[in-house]
């Protein structure tokens, strides 16, 4: 809003022209999702707090996760609104690309607030049904990814290659499967305090800089991927996302005053999965994001593994309760795994010079 604002009038006063570099309006997005975290999440965990909006904590899991009862969930509601608000303040938004990222979140955590919603308020222990869960995210996937074939070339960009690959129509059922793939991943791995937040924030930068990237036509042509011309105005709202996740890991941190739930988890992962998308770079989300990868595996294992031969591989699934199962503490489980998203991410950059 800010630059559709006041970037018209640079000419008149210097000072506006700042408003048209991407670098500083993703500097300062992140640092509004950032203090509109830290400014309203005490009233807004109080709030949850005192209208009974606290997680209900699985019998069969861990015995330390019993003294997490009564923590407050649905906190990604706090996310969700500081991602949106830092983004419309910032970036362009005339955008088209803006526009559906925010569509992403918001909709996806739409179908993340009812779940929790029927789970937590109403009391319903299954939330809403695998199938309806599905079918919505199926829904908005679907609009998601006409809207990108439209807009872009249906290719995917090949780590470690010089030549995208063509999908033609198939472009279409590829990028849903990203978006719901890689939402329910990173909800799958919101299973300890600040073990989702802190990589989605390590994987949203390491987009920032692929969307930056991808968005030049002189740095695509050097690094040979492909350009997409109004995607780099993205960095903007990856900026935001790392300003909001970092805001909330300050209140998500173990020992947790917060939880993200369904709501966030699904937003954040869902708006992962189409940055990677737009940019065309599905395969550098799934090693950036090899964490939340492993963690859906494990699940996917687990299951196939006990209906084939009624054995369990892990001792619980996803995978971070397998470590705990195996006399972990909490925080060394959370910590690793974010050294190793971490890791993840330096990785997935590098393939972008190794063509």
Same mark, same amino acid.
């Given at each position: 809003m800010?630059?559709?604002?006041?970037?018209?009038?640079?000419?008149?006063?210097s000072?506006?022209?700042?408003?048209?570099?991407?670098?500083?309006?993703?500097?300062?997005?992140?640092?509004?999702?950032?203090?509109?975290?830290?400014?309203?999440?005490?009233?807004?965990?109080?709030?949850?707090?005192?209208?009974?909006?606290?997680?209900?904590?699985?019998?069969?899991?861990?015995?330390?996760?019993?003294?997490?009862?009564?923590?407050?969930?649905?906190g990604?509601?706090?996310?969700?609104?500081?991602?949106?608000?830092?983004?419309?303040?910032?970036?362009?938004?005339?955008?088209?690309?803006?526009?559906?990222?925010?569509?992403?979140?918001?909709?996806?955590?739409?179908?993340?607030?009812?779940?929790?919603?029927?789970?937590?308020?109403?009391?319903?222990?299954? #939330?809403i049904?695998?199938?309806?869960?599905?079918? *919505? !995210?199926?829904?908005?996937?679907? %609009?998601?990814a /006409? &809207? $990108?074939? =439209?807009?872009?070339?249906?290719?995917?960009?090949?780590?470690?290659?010089?030549?995208?690959?063509?999908?033609?129509?198939?472009?279409?059922?590829?990028?849903?499967?990203?978006?719901?793939?890689?939402?329910?991943?990173?909800?799958?791995?919101?299973?300890?305090?600040?073990?989702?937040?802190?990589?989605?924030?390590?994987?949203?930068?390491?987009?920032?800089?692929?969307?930056?990237?991808?968005?030049?036509?002189?740095?695509?042509?050097?690094?040979?991927?492909?350009?997409?011309?109004?995607?780099?105005?993205?960095?903007?709202?990856?900026?935001?996302?790392v300003?909001?996740?970092? #805001?909330?890991?300050?209140?998500?941190?173990?020992? *947790? !005053?917060?939880?993200?739930?369904? %709501?966030?988890? /699904? &937003? $954040?992962? =869902?708006?992962?999965?189409?940055?990677?998308?737009?940019?065309?770079?599905?395969?550098?989300?799934?090693?950036?994001g090899?964490?939340?990868?492993?963690?859906?595996?494990?699940?996917?294992?687990?299951?196939?593994?006990?209906?084939?031969?009624?054995?369990?591989?892990?001792?619980?699934?996803?995978?971070?309760?397998?470590?705990?199962?195996?006399?972990?503490?909490?925080p060394?489980?959370?910590?690793?795994?974010?050294?190793?998203?971490?890791?993840?991410a330096?990785?997935a950059?590098?393939?972008?010079?190794?063509r």
């Amino acid at each position: 809003m800010l630059y559709n604002l006041l970037y018209p009038f640079a000419d008149q006063i210097s000072l506006f022209n700042l408003f048209q570099y991407i670098t500083f309006r993703t500097i300062y997005a992140l640092i509004t999702a950032l203090v509109i975290c830290w400014l309203t999440a005490p009233r807004f965990i109080r709030w949850l707090n005192a209208s009974q909006h606290q997680q209900p904590i699985r019998s069969d899991g861990p015995q330390s996760h019993l003294a997490k009862q009564g923590t407050p969930t649905m906190g990604g509601l706090l996310i969700i609104v500081s991602v949106a608000v830092a983004t419309l303040l910032w970036a362009d938004l005339g955008n088209l690309f803006i526009w559906l990222a925010l569509l992403v979140t918001v909709g996806f955590g739409a179908i993340g607030w009812y779940d929790d919603h029927r789970k937590v308020v109403l009391r319903c222990s299954d #939330g809403i049904s695998a199938r309806q869960k599905m079918g *919505a !995210q199926l829904a908005i996937s679907l %609009v998601v990814a /006409l &809207a $990108l074939m =439209a807009m872009t070339d249906p290719v995917v960009d090949l780590p470690f290659t010089k030549h995208p690959l063509h999908l033609g129509w198939w472009y279409v059922p590829f990028v849903v499967l990203v978006l719901v793939g890689s939402s329910n991943a990173v909800n799958l791995t919101d299973g300890l305090d600040g073990l989702a937040v802190a990589p989605t924030l390590m994987v949203a930068t390491a987009l920032a800089v692929v969307v930056y990237l991808s968005g030049h036509a002189r740095f695509s042509e050097y690094l040979m991927i492909p350009h997409v011309i109004g995607v780099g105005e993205l960095t903007v709202f990856c900026g935001a996302m790392v300003g909001a996740c970092l #805001g909330f890991l300050w209140f998500n941190t173990y020992p *947790a !005053q917060v939880f993200m739930g369904d %709501v966030g988890a /699904l &937003a $954040l992962g =869902a708006a992962l999965g189409f940055v990677a998308c737009a940019a065309h770079q599905q395969l550098l989300l799934a090693i950036a994001g090899g964490l939340f990868v492993l963690e859906a595996v494990s699940v996917m294992v687990q299951v196939a593994s006990f209906k084939l031969t009624g054995k369990r591989v892990f001792r619980m699934a996803p995978i971070h309760h397998h470590f705990e199962l195996k006399g972990w503490a909490e925080p060394k489980v959370i910590v690793r795994f974010w050294i190793i998203s971490l890791l993840l991410a330096l990785i997935a950059l590098s393939t972008l010079k190794i063509r």
